[in-house]
């Protein structure tokens, strides 16, 4: 077994805490090639789709990687931005607002971002934060619900990470937050602020992503975790349950996937009377693909052309305060026991003491310049 490489000991460095905010991750540009190079390292995880591999790899060689990505590149064109993918921006800034959050109610964490598949990958950000001088992680998955196809996947990463490093850190992982009462009032904020600017609809629709519909008898938690996001927003909403619809979307395949599907679902409510909806995403925590271009363009059209009236997407948390203070939240409770605490102006000065003594102890054994 060859090892990754490790960096240079520093001695009498302080030993830092990081936190990793990692989501599944996005293509590099809008662009056939960049898709497919993405689309292969996802659809190849036998997490992602559990078919025989000689047989799935065929079809996805053979078919799906042939033609699949320039239908994707048009639909990720369709929603990309100025700074890049939605996903990727939105993680960023995530991390980038927790890290100050941390660190004004007194915690001394590095907070970083990164993919599953794609850029920046999880072994990468890992190694650096060992030149950092990181000693203990903790891995925040973007997902509140868990799923073998997202968070088992993710601990696969960090699993082959593990297995290839010499010195591992201290690790701590988050697998499901869907219940977290800072999530939920995160949710029910987001939908409460979007009521305020937009009214209310005569239904909620919360969808999920979808997963196939055998994962459920095979043990995945995933189905009952969204029903209880979605029983507990409903209660912080104040709703009655006939006003609050569940459903899952981006099917993949032929398989029967979890039911009832999003663009079914809507298509048949106009048919029923129900002519002005709400829609939101609770299982994204941050605007992509899957949000923008399928619920809040694909779903839009199949709801007025089926005879809706209003349809009003509701953001995903994004950036906003209750979000940054709610992952906050789920952050510290799994922090709890390591030194995070930010030193005082005499703690400092008695590291850096500490520090310089125990460099020269290990150059006077012959250590290294």
């Known amino acids: 077994m060859v090892y990754r490489p490790e960096p240079a000991h520093v001695h009498g460095r302080r030993s830092r805490v990081a936190v990793v905010l990692c989501n599944l991750g996005t293509p590099e540009a809008p662009r056939p090639a960049e898709v497919r190079r993405y689309l292969a390292q996802f659809l190849s995880d036998p997490r992602v789709v559990e078919l025989p591999r000689a047989l799935w790899l065929t079809l996805l060689h053979g078919v799906i990687l042939r033609t699949r990505p320039a239908r994707s590149a048009a639909k990720y064109a369709s929603i990309w931005q100025k700074e890049g993918s939605p996903l990727l921006t939105w993680t960023r800034r995530q991390a980038q607002l927790l890290q100050g959050w941390m660190g004004h109610q007194g915690h001394d964490v590095i907070v970083t971002h990164a993919m599953r598949y794609g850029q920046p990958a999880l072994d990468g950000v890992l190694d650096h934060l060992k030149t950092e001088g990181v000693e203990r992680v903790l891995i925040l998955p973007a997902y509140p619900q868990y799923a073998a196809s997202t968070t088992a996947s993710l601990l696969d990463a960090l699993g082959s990470w593990v297995q290839q490093t010499r010195w591992v850190p201290e690790l701590r992982t988050v697998t499901a937050y869907h219940s977290h009462p800072a999530y939920i009032a995160a949710l029910a904020r987001q939908v409460q602020a979007h009521w305020e600017r937009e009214g209310q609809g005569e239904l909620l629709l919360l969808s ?5 519909a055998r994962s459920l008898a095979l043990g995945d938690p995933y ?16 709703l009655p349950a006939e006003r609050v619809i569940v459903s899952f979307q981006s099917r993949f395949g032929r398989a029967r996937w979890l039911e009832p599907y999003t663009q079914a679902t809507v298509e048949g409510l106009p048919a029923k009377g129900v002519k002005s909806i709400d829609v939101m995403c609770p299982g994204f925590t941050a605007d992509c693909l899957e949000t923008l271009e399928e619920i809040d363009m694909e779903v839009r059209q199949a709801f007025l052309q089926a005879g809706g009236q209003r349809y009003a997407y509701i953001p995903c ?12 939240q789920i952050g510290l409770q799994h922090l709890q026991g390591w030194p995070t605490a930010l030193p005082s102006p005499q703690e400092a000065q008695l590291a850096e003491q500490v520090r310089a003594e125990s460099t020269a102890r290990a150059r006077a054994m012959g250590a290294p310049q």
């Open 208 to 212: 999920f992503h979808g997963v196939p």
């Open 223 to 238: 189905h009952c975790q969204c029903q209880v996001t979605a029983r507990l927003l409903r209660e912080a909403l104040g």
């Open 317 to 328: 948390l994004n950036d906003a305060p209750h979000w940054i203070e709610a992952l906050g």
